[in-house]
Structures are given as C-alpha cells and as structure tokens.
C-alpha cells in the first residue's frame, strides 16, 4: 500500500484515477477547490482536502508526510474558457504547479503530471496550451535541477464516466451525450471535419498507474488510442439529428496520439473503442 496524493481529485480524470488507486488498495488524499470538479464525485475510502492548489500556505504539513507519490491532475482545462480569461488559466496552470513541484521537492516526492497534446498545435494558439506545457517544463527544471522523479502524461479528448457534460469545461462527447438524452441535435463546430483521437478514461488512467513506481526525469508519454474520427462521424454514430454553428477560435484540425514509447516504457497499450462506447450509449 502506497500513500498517494491526487490533485483536482473531484474532477473527471482525477475521480477516476482515485477509484483505480483505492480499488488497487492504496491511501489516497485529494487536494481540490472545486471550481470544476463535483461533490458527488467523491469516493468512499479518500480524504478530501477542499483546498487551492494555489493557497497552500496552511497545508497541515503532516498529510504530506511519507507521501509515496503525486498524482498532479488539478488544472484548469479546455481552450475556450482560456482564451476570455487568460490569467486565470496561467494561475492555475502553471503558478499552481509550480507549488505542487516545490512540495514534492522539499520532500522528495515522484510527482505524475497530467500533460496535454494541445502541445503538438502550437503553443501561442490559447493560454491553455501554453500553460500546460509551461508545467511541462518545469517538471523538467525540477528533474533536471533536483533530480526529482517526475513523469508526464499527455492525454488526448478523454471520454467516460464522470466526464463533464454542461458548462464551458464540457467535453465534446459528454456534451453529445447530453444532448442526445435530452432529446436535442448534436451541435458541430465549423464543418464538422476536425479529426480527434478520443481515448477512454479507464486507459488513460492505466497509463498513469504504470508511471508508478519507476524513476523518470520528466519522460513525457503521449496518451491517446492512436486512432482519429471526425467530428461528424462521431455525430452520425449517435443516430440522432445535427446542428451545425460557427467555428471557435483557437481549435485544431487534427489530432492523433502515437503511443509507442508508453508502450515500450510502460508497457501500456490503450484497449477501449470510441464506437464500442457509443454503441454502449445508444442501447
């Protein structure tokens, strides 16, 4: 048994990675302020902290003693919301993480960050991007200056349980969801052709477990199912009615992950099938 800290424990991945953590038998403490993540989303058997990531003055210094490790999931996700509020995204993002580094650092703690493949579409396109691999790179900085055991994940639209469906942090497929169960078009973006690798929360969160227990100095892993659909083909496996409305700003033509050094280091390979769950939805 390992005692291990997830921050943004209430949010969508973190929920899920602490459900895997407690079912594999661990003790597990969430830091979270709940700005994005749910009450309901807590799971019997972890200690939730409600607290900033960015006020951690206070911190009860003993939860942080003997921690085997850091699950750093907290940030403030998407593109759209960063792009009206800038600062906000860079405060949590990078000034948050900077704080979690320097607690792992003081305490010798492997930290596990959650990447994200906006990455790979230019840096300058939305706060988003930018400060999501700023935390890259100070995870590198904390490697490279203190040799703290550091792993980064980049995860590529994730889909499943718990998945956010309203408000402006909804991902694409809890807002289809949604609008399909309430009896609504499937609205599209644009025309529909942008291409993402949606990948299941069940693998991403297999591909965090697997960062445990090994030392890495901010090795980054690409965490996607290595394959791509289009927006309207998503749309058309709902079998339901589509609306299209105007392109946003700061989005992507394409993306798809290649996995094959997760596969060699972690020997992790993704197993869930988009189509398989929407089928699973429609049923």
């Not at 038998?25 to 709940?34: A, L, T």
């Not at 939860?63 to 949590?92: C, G, T, W, Y």
């Not at 579409?121 to 490697?143: I, M, P, T, V």
């Not at 798809?256 to 049923?283: F, M």
Request: proline residues 2%; negative net charge.
């Amino acid at each position: 048994m390992q005692k291990i800290l997830v921050t943004g424990g209430v949010g969508f991945v973190g929920t899920n990675l602490i459900k895997r953590l407690l079912k594999e038998g661990h003790e597990v403490f969430s830091f979270d302020n709940y700005s994005t993540g749910k009450k309901e989303n807590e799971q019997e058997g972890c200690t939730y902290i409600n607290i900033d990531i960015n006020d951690l003055e206070h911190i009860d210094t003993k939860l942080l003693e003997n921690l085997d490790v850091i699950f750093h999931m907290a940030a403030l996700a998407r593109i759209q919301p960063s792009l009206k509020r800038p600062q906000e995204s860079i405060d949590a993002n990078v000034n948050g993480t900077l704080n979690i580094l320097e607690i792992a650092r003081m305490n010798n703690i492997p930290v596990i960050y959650a990447g994200s493949s906006s990455f790979h579409h230019g840096l300058y396109g939305s706060a988003y991007a930018w400060s999501k691999h700023a935390g890259e790179q100070l995870c590198k900085l904390y490697s490279n200056v203190y040799n703290l055991n550091t792993s980064i994940c980049r995860f590529y639209n994730v889909y499943g349980e718990h998945q956010l469906e309203d408000g402006e942090y909804a991902t694409v497929l809890g807002i289809f969801e949604r609008q399909r169960r309430n009896g609504n078009p499937l609205t599209i973006t644009g025309t529909g052709e942008q291409r993402r690798d949606f990948t299941h929360v069940d693998d991403i969160v297999d591909g965090l477990y697997k960062c445990m227990g090994k030392e890495f100095r901010a090795e980054i892993f690409e965490l996607g199912r290595g394959k791509n659909f289009s927006i309207n083909e998503i749309a058309d496996m709902f079998e339901t009615e589509k609306k299209y409305i105007s392109a946003r700003s700061g989005e992507y033509d394409k993306t798809l992950c290649d996995y094959s050094k997760a596969k060699e280091l972690l020997e992790w390979q993704p197993i869930r099938n988009l189509e398989d769950y929407i089928k699973g939805i429609i049923k």
